[in-house]
């Protein structure tokens, strides 16, 4: 006998920038060139994915499940990473 199924899948992005200066980090830029920064990539991933199902068959809904506060690793006087974590949740539904 066949039913109607569920099922929520999570995926995890990773946003991160190697940075050489404190300021780099909101800002987005380095020297001449304009390199995007954490918060500018995490932006365009939440315009190219909320409510974005991916033409995918089942898929009702997808939407940030999850946004972590942003970090930062490694050496303060030399260089370090700037990283940002998001979570997405599709759900899926169709027969088994």
Known sequence: ??????????VHFV?????RKPEEMVVG??????????L?????LHSLLD???LN???VISA????EKESELFG?????FIHRKIVTYKYEWEGIR
């Open 56 to 58: 995918v068959d089942g």
């Open 29 to 38: 830029k380095n020297g001449e060139s304009v390199k995007p920064g954490v």
């Open 75 to 79: 050496d303060m006087e030399k260089a």
């Open 40 to 44: 500018d990539i995490i932006r365009n």
């Open 63 to 66: 939407f940030c499940d999850e």
């Open 51 to 53: 409510q974005n199902t």
């Open 15 to 19: 946003a991160y920038v190697d940075l």
């Open 1 to 10: 006998m066949s039913g109607c199924m569920d099922v929520h899948h999570h």
